[in-house]
């Protein structure tokens, strides 16, 4: 089955505590995003990547690091996460990313940080 | 960044009727596209849209591309339960990545 996954799905922490959230997917796709949801404001983007080693600033990116070793793998890293990081989290990945593929989304991290 | 305007920001309405919500941004777009998201799942693509004045439909839905290329229409016909949920858009161009709406909140009475 396509699909998009990500781990964990809930996530409570403490300020300051590094974390990672994974995610993967089995597309094949090359384009990779994460966003992050809050409340009145949808969805906006933390970072991409349109392809293994290569990622980019999306409108939201302080606090946040990505990598891209594999094409299928494409975690979040937050280093060193500050309350005002939680949110809740959204990979997704396409074939060709920017307007001509559309994005499949996977099913969303809710991070707390205390 | 770049924000779009979703109205209305949510609605109730009683099932069976129809429901139209739209999308528009300052800016113009080569593509739009509308999601759907339901509590606890991350957004699921309803229906694209690639050319201004281009009107598509998905079951009882129907998405139109504006002919301005600055905003986007949806209709639900004849809703039902299933429909409650938040309608996203989303806006793309040439070289850039999609941007979101805040989203319309949809819920169906019985």
């Known amino acids: 089955e396509a699909q998009v996954t990500q781990n964990p799905r809930y996530l409570i922490t403490v300020t300051g505590k590094k974390l990672t959230v994974t995610c993967s997917q089995n597309?094949?796709?090359?384009?990779m995003s994460w966003y992050r949801q809050d409340p009145g404001l949808g969805l906006r983007q933390i970072y991409y990547?349109?392809?293994?080693?290569?990622?980019d600033k999306g409108d939201v990116p302080e606090g946040y690091k990505v990598s891209r070793k594999e094409k299928r793998n494409f975690p979040l890293i937050l280093e060193s996460p500050s309350p005002n990081q939680t949110s809740l989290y959204f990979c997704?990945?396409?074939?060709?990313?920017?307007?001509?593929?559309?994005?499949?989304f996977g099913p969303g991290t809710r991070l707390t940080v205390l | 960044g770049q924000q779009l305007n979703q109205s209305p920001q949510s609605m109730f309405i009683q099932e069976g009727e129809d429901v139209s919500m739209n999308c528009t941004s300052s800016?113009?777009?080569?593509?739009w596209l509308w999601y759907k998201q339901e509590p606890g799942e991350g957004p699921v693509l309803l229906i694209a849209?690639?050319?201004?004045?281009e009107l598509t439909s998905n079951g009882r839905l129907t998405a139109q591309f504006g002919i301005t290329r600055k905003d986007s229409f949806l209709n639900i016909s004849a809703s039902i339960p299933s429909d409650v949920g938040i309608y996203f858009c989303?806006?793309?161009?040439?070289?850039?990545?999609?941007?979101f709406g805040p989203g319309t909140r949809l819920s169906v009475l019985p």
């Open positions: 997704a990945s396409s074939l060709a990313g920017v307007t001509s593929g559309t994005q499949y």
């Open positions: 597309m094949n796709h090359e384009y």
């Open positions: 990547s349109m392809n293994v080693e290569v990622t």
């Open positions: 800016s113009i777009f080569n593509t």
């Open positions: 849209l690639y050319k201004a004045g």
């Open positions: 989303a806006g793309g161009y040439y070289g850039q990545n999609f941007v």
